[in-house]
């Protein structure tokens, strides 16, 4: 799936999921600025229980699974970056649905059959 495409997806789910903070991983969320560095968006969620680092030309995707290693029934935050003159920034980070991120990332993620 084109890195294109896929952010497209991921924009239209991002705009679904909008809304208030009601779950320590929202509340982390609204730590996360735009344009700040990937490794401070990073340790914001130092207590995930998996990280998966997905890799795309200039950006850089970043999966944290929250309850569970298994990415199908994990509460999963995704963080974006791309390179910039300054390293990499983040874009856009969110919550995500587990099927989206099942189809968006299935070349970066290890899921059992």
Wanted: aromatic content about 8%; overall charge negative.
């Amino acid at each position: 799936m084109s890195t294109i495409r896929r952010f497209i997806l991921l924009a239209v789910c991002f705009a679904t999921l909008a809304g208030c903070a009601t779950s320590p991983i929202e509340s982390a969320l609204t730590k996360i600025k735009k344009g700040m560095d990937r490794d401070s968006a990073i340790l914001v969620f130092s207590d995930a229980i998996q990280h998966y680092e997905c890799r795309y030309s200039d950006q850089i995707h970043d999966l944290f699974l929250f309850g569970t290693s298994d990415p199908r029934t994990a509460d999963i935050v995704v963080v974006l970056s791309e390179t910039t003159a300054d390293g990499l920034s983040v874009y856009q980070a969110t919550s995500a649905e587990n099927s989206t991120v099942l189809v968006l990332y299935a070349d970066c993620l290890e899921v059992l059959p």
